[in-house]
Structures are given as structure tokens and as C-alpha cells.
């Protein structure tokens, strides 16, 4: 007796044929079905078998269906494994602190990004924000408080705005026409939040620099693609903040909390700084910065106190502060760069004289409009054409002097 045929004409293999083969899929019964002919049919086979799945289902002899890993309802399951993976190979950051801190417009935005990608130190991206009430005022920080207190003084929420909005330099944007660069910055406050939680249930911080210690692992871990995280021997980390250092008791503050901490202040051409400052003042015109920057006296001021603060912090902590010319940072890169390495006890590499961010170049942070990457020595010679001879005047008698004091004890 022959063996019958299928209504589509193709002969059913045999036992023999299917012995030892994989048992098709679904998919691939539809196609073969579909390419005999056989479209009914395969659409009446997939109605079948969804009917027994869901009938199985409802009669509770099957689990529902599982989604597919990339399902948008997977999310939260893949945020949580990010952060268990992230607390399971925890990165511990117990450097010590250097900290750059001077008044704006003098070259700490650029240090900090001249650091950013060296292997061996831990750089915070962005401007350091963990004082309290305000960013020039080192935190007081209670070992027998509260890990909530403690998280809520330190919480930067300029890291939440750089998460949802991209890293970038107001200054920056509104000299550019709000046309700056923007960066990607991964960095979920939750989990920041949540690391620091382990941290503090791991290591029972009973010190400020403890409590430091625990915040800094969370901001590095919390920064999803820091691309140095897990480069080995850490020395330090590096964050510049504005102004900190021109308060005695910040100063005093910062060196209780990391005795084994470095201050460097850059201090720049008061001639140079003014125009700058003076082109701040106009990008913003806010209440403060013309209070600041609004009049050459009050700038001139300004200038003077974080100079002068500059050389007491010589005088009294040695070797643990470092001054800067702005004008060395510009003019020779390299030397100022390999001094200050030298300093920290890192090697040099050439990454040092390039700032970036992430690792990605970016450039200045200027009162100016800036048209690419890298360091420009244009800043140090512009005051001379767009300051008049009454200005120049003024900074050369009341500021240039100590200028001139600041730069013996920086060389």
C-alpha cells in the first residue's frame, strides 16, 4: 500500500528521517508548512498550541510565560542587578583627597580635568559640592549621627542634574551661545545611595574621614561608566573646589578630616584673572556675581583674600599645600604637570597635559568663546588689548605686587 500524501503534495518524512534529528521549532514547522502550501494548516497549528498553553496556564499546571530578556518590564529586574553587581565587586575608595580650591576663573576646572583619566588617581568629574551649608563651608560630619544625615550633607545634586541633563560648563555654554559640548553621565542617585548604605553596614565608619571614605566609594561606583574605576594602584582622588580654601576654618577642616590630604591653589595674573572674572560677571548677572565682579575694587578684593589665603596656607601646613601659576599651567604645560606628579608621587604620562572628561577631550571652561580642544595660551596675553590703561593701572598698583609674592612661593 503506497503511504498516503499531506494536501500539500510533499510526502511526511520518515521515522527513520526523523530518528536522531532536533525536534523542529515552532517557527520553522511554519515555514517548512507554509512553503508546501500548507498556510492553513500552520495557522490552525499555532492557534492549537496557544490554546493549550493558555488553557494549562489557567488551570495552574503551567507558569505565564516569560518575557523576553529585553522586554521594557525587565528593566527594574536589570537596574537591580547592576547595582548587586556593583555592591558584590565593590571598588573601595579610601584615597586620600587632593584638593584643588582657589577662586573661579583661575584654572581649577582645568587642573581637575588634567587628572581626570590618569590611572592611578580616582577624579571626580565635576566641581566637588559636599560642603554644607555651602561648597566653600568642609562639612562637620558626627560619627555617632545618623547614616541618613550623613548621606543628605555630602549628596551632590548637581550629580542628579548631570544624570538626567549630560556634564556641562554653564560658563562654558553661554560664552559659546548656549552651544557648548554636553557628556554623557551615567549615574544613578539611587544607587549611589545604595552603595553607600553597604558601605556604611560593612565598614561601621566612627571618623569623618571614615564617613568620607564611604561617600567617595559610592560616587566612583555610582558612576556607571567611569572608565578608570578598576585601573589598579589608586593613589589619590582629585576634585577642585571653588573658594573653600579661602575660609581659614574650611582649610582647617579639610586637613582634620585628611590628614594625610594635599591643597593646591592656583593663583593667577591679577590682570589676566580680572578680565576674566569681569566677562563672568557679564555671562551672569546674578545679585552675587556683580557683588563679586560687578566693580574692579570688589574683584580686586576678592582676588587679594584668596591670594593672601594662599600664602598663610603655606606658611602654616608646609609641604602639605602646593601653589600654582595659572600662568605655568598655560605656558608650560608638561614642566607644571611633571612637577605636580612628581609631587603626588604618580607617574607622568602625556594624558596630563590634555583635560578631558571621562577620558573624552573637552574644552575650556572660558568667559570666551572657545573653537577647540586642548590648551591655548591665549588667555594670558588678552588683558592687554582689552583692558584700558586706568584698569591696568589699578591691578598693578593694588594687586600685581602680591601677585608677585604668590609666584616665589609657587617656583
Known amino acids: 500500500m503506497s503511504t498516503p500524501e499531506p494536501r500539500g503534495?510533499?510526502?511526511?518524512?520518515?521515522?527513520?528521517?526523523?530518528?536522531?534529528?532536533?525536534?523542529?521549532?515552532?517557527?520553522?514547522?511554519?515555514?517548512r508548512l507554509r512553503a508546501d502550501g500548507g498556510v492553513r494548516r500552520a495557522l490552525v497549528h499555532r492557534a492549537r498550541v496557544g490554546l493549550k498553553r493558555a488553557d494549562g496556564w489557567l488551570a495552574g499546571r503551567d507558569e505565564a510565560p516569560r518575557p523576553r530578556p529585553w522586554d521594557r518590564s525587565r528593566i527594574r529586574h536589570h537596574f537591580r542587578a547592576i547595582l548587586d553587581q556593583?555592591?558584590?565587586?565593590?571598588?573601595?575608595?579610601?584615597?586620600?583627597?587632593?584638593?584643588?580650591?582657589?577662586?573661579q576663573r583661575s584654572g581649577g576646572?582645568?587642573?581637575?580635568?588634567?587628572?581626570?583619566?590618569?590611572?592611578?588617581?580616582h577624579a571626580h568629574p565635576q566641581e566637588l559640592h559636599t560642603g554644607y551649608p555651602n561648597k566653600e563651608t568642609w562639612p562637620a560630619l558626627d560619627p555617632d549621627g545618623d547614616p541618613e544625615e550623613w548621606f543628605e550633607i555630602l549628596w551632590e545634586r548637581r550629580a542628579e542634574r548631570a544624570f538626567e541633563e549630560g556634564y556641562r560648563k554653564l560658563v562654558s555654554l553661554k560664552a559659546a551661545g548656549e552651544s557648548g559640548e554636553t557628556f554623557p553621565f551615567l549615574f544613578p542617585p539611587s544607587v549611589q545611595k545604595a552603595v553607600f548604605d553597604a558601605a556604611?553596614?560593612?565598614?561601621?565608619?566612627?571618623?569623618?574621614?571614615?564617613i568620607f571614605d564611604c561617600y567617595m566609594t559610592s560616587y566612583f561606583n555610582a558612576w556607571l561608566d567611569n572608565r578608570t574605576l578598576y585601573e589598579p594602584d589608586k593613589r589619590w582622588?582629585?576634585?577642585?573646589?571653588?573658594?573653600?580654601?579661602?575660609?581659614?576654618?574650611?582649610?582647617?577642616?579639610?586637613?582634620?578630616?585628611?590628614?594625610?590630604?594635599?591643597?593646591?591653589?592656583?593663583?593667577?595674573?591679577?590682570?589676566?584673572?580680572?578680565?576674566?572674572?569681569?566677562?563672568?560677571s557679564e555671562l551672569d548677572p546674578s545679585e552675587r556675581r556683580q557683588r563679586d565682579y560687578g566693580t574692579i575694587e570688589a574683584a580686586v578684593e576678592l582676588w587679594r583674600r584668596s591670594t593672601e589665603a594662599a600664602l598663610l596656607t603655606h606658611e602654616r601646613y608646609g609641604e602639605r599645600f602646593r601653589a600654582v601659576l595659572f600662568e605655568d599651567l598655560l605656558s608650560d604645560t608638561e614642566g607644571t604637570m611633571r612637577a605636580l606628579a612628581d609631587y603626588l608621587g604618580i607617574d607622568y604620562a602625556p594624558m596630563l597635559t590634555e583635560p578631558t572628561f571621562n577620558g573624552m577631550p573637552i574644552k575650556a571652561d572660558s568667559s570666551f568663546e572657545v573653537s577647540g580642544h586642548g590648551i591655548s595660551t591665549a588667555p594670558l596675553e588678552r588683558f592687554r588689548e582689552r583692558l584700558d590703561r586706568e584698569e591696568l593701572d589699578y591691578l598693578e598698583r593694588y594687586a600685581l605686587p602680591l601677585y608677585e609674592r604668590a609666584a616665589e612661593v609657587a617656583r
Open 9 to 31: 503534495g510533499a510526502p511526511e518524512p520518515s521515522l527513520a528521517d526523523r530518528a536522531g534529528a532536533p525536534e523542529p521549532s515552532l517557527r520553522d514547522r511554519a515555514a
Open 109 to 121: 576646572t582645568l587642573l581637575s580635568q588634567l587628572f581626570d583619566h590618569h590611572p592611578q588617581v
Open 237 to 280: 582622588v582629585t576634585a577642585f573646589t571653588a573658594r573653600l580654601s579661602v575660609h581659614e576654618a574650611s582649610v582647617a577642616g579639610f586637613f582634620d578630616t585628611y590628614a594625610d590630604g594635599r591643597l593646591i591653589s592656583i593663583v593667577r595674573d591679577p590682570r589676566a584673572w580680572y578680565l576674566s572674572a569681569r566677562g563672568y
Open 86 to 103: 556593583r555592591v558584590e565587586h565593590l571598588v573601595e575608595v579610601r584615597q586620600p583627597l587632593v584638593l584643588i580650591s582657589q577662586i
Open 200 to 210: 556604611v553596614e560593612r565598614w561601621g565608619p566612627s571618623t569623618p574621614r571614615e
